[in-house]
Structure formats: C-alpha cells, structure tokens
C-alpha cells in the first residue's frame, strides 16, 4: 500500500524532523512517502503563511532524505518550479486547482517522477482520465489505463468535490471511476476540509478522516495520503483537518484490518 504522509507545510526544520521522526515506524511497512510542501500558493489570504519557499524548502527536505532514506512528496505550482524540484523529490504532486494546467502537466512529466495529480473540487472523476493522458503522452503513451499509468509513474488523487459554499464531499464512486485509468490515493485530510469556512482560511473536520478512510479501504484503492502534525491545532496550514501520530497510527491498523479481508 503507497502511504503518503508528512505535514502540510514545511513550519521549520525543527518542525520537520520531529514529523519525520515519529512517520519512523511506516517507512519499512508501506511504500512510505513523506510530503511537506515548500509553497502553499493558494492560500485563502495573502496574509497567511506559505512556506519557507523552494530554495529553503528543499533544504530541508533533502536533509529529511539524507537522515532517514524516505521518498519525497512535494507540489509545484508553476513551471519552472518543476526542474528544481525533480531534483529532490520523487514524487511531483500537481495541486488540485492546477489539475488541468497543461504546461505544468507537460513539465512534470518530462521528468522521470512519479506525477501525483490531485482531482479538482470542481473536476468529474471522468474526466481525469485527460489530466492522466497529458502526462502519458507526453511520456510516448496514447492510452490512459491503469496499466500504462502505473507503468509510467502517473497517479491520481481524490480530495473531494466541492459541495454549495465552504463544504466538501467524497463521493465514493469516484475512487473506482478514476482506477480505471490510473493508480487512486485517497487524500482523507484534504477531504474532510471545509474551504474559507474559518474566515478568510480553511476550517475541516478531522474527526471524519477515519470514517472516511475506511470507507476508501473498503471500496479497494492503491495508497492514502494524511498530513499529520503532532499539534494540528497550533499548525500554521491546514490545522482543522490534519490529524496527530496517534490518530494515524489508530487508523492504518484499521484500514490494515479492512486490506486483509
């Protein structure tokens, strides 16, 4: 099972490491990737915090590599971020509001990383199947199945659709439309967020990430991404719906117990 898990945004490397210390134990169970993002470029305010940016960022997050071996997981939001990311990282994660940008699509995809792309809250899972085949053509191949996309590194990621003002929903379906075309990760944290319903930032509702996360199991799907922090209440991105060591920890040995059957 891929699991992707790590904090939303890189706070300090301090933050960092202690994150990465306690992922420890799933590196060695899993196909373990850990996901800290330099640059949350689409925060609901210009006064919120971003990220230390891709210079620092990668910094740190090749020192996470060096120190524990993990895969790396990380978004890129333009162009040129691409080239300088692809040399750290080993999965390029293309965000769910940029899933149908094509040069950034085209970009990644000359690389030879895995390309997560995340499903837009606005996107019907159908239609995924043309954000797969931009990087699959780009990569010499003219089918989108989920052969070829694990075949050529291309994964998709479910994190909801957009339901009326501030709400987000998982329709379930989804996850067994989008495996047709290629490898699905369920993201469980961005799921339960609720987009500007906090005034002028995002607020969530942690406490469904298991619930969901066990629905995801049951429907059958490659890999769950969770950001995790070891005081989501206090993190600077994406608190609401990040959820602490324990809880993740509590919800794989579900989940385990659900893969088994």
Not at 5 to 13: F, K, Q, T, W
Not at 86 to 100: G, H, M
Request: charged share 25%.
């Amino acid at each position: 099972m891929i699991l992707i898990a790590g904090p939303c945004v890189i706070e300090s490397r301090e933050q960092i490491f202690k994150i990465a210390e306690y992922l420890k134990p799933y590196n060695e169970k899993y196909d373990f990737y850990f996901k800290a993002s330099y640059d949350k470029a689409n925060r609901t305010s210009l006064n919120s915090y971003r990220g230390p940016g891709i210079d620092k960022g990668l910094e740190i997050l090749n020192e996470v590599k060096e120190k524990f071996g993990y895969k790396l997981l990380t978004d890129v939001h333009e162009t040129w971020q691409v080239k300088k990311a692809a040399e750290v990282v080993d999965v390029l994660q293309i965000p769910a509001f940029l899933c149908r940008q094509t040069d950034l699509l085209v970009e990644a995809a000359k690389t030879d990383k895995v390309v997560n792309i995340k499903k837009g809250q606005f996107m019907n899972p159908a239609d995924m199947k043309y954000s797969v085949l931009k990087v699959l053509q780009t990569r010499g191949c003219n089918e989108a199945t989920y052969e070829n996309s694990l075949k050529h590194k291309v994964w998709l990621t479910e994190r909801g659709t957009t339901f009326g003002y501030g709400n987000l929903v998982v329709d379930m379906r989804s996850l067994y439309i989008m495996r047709e075309y290629a490898p699905v990760i369920f993201d469980a944290t961005h799921a339960v967020q609720m987009p500007g319903g906090a005034g002028g930032k995002s607020s969530g509702k942690r406490e469904y990430v298991p619930v969901l996360s066990r629905a995801a199991a049951a429907v059958g799907i490659d890999g769950f991404f969770f950001e995790t922090h070891y005081n989501p209440d206090e993190a600077l991105s994406d608190g609401p719906n990040m959820i602490t060591p324990e809880t993740l920890e509590k919800t794989l040995k579900e989940i385990d117990c659900i893969n088994k059957c």
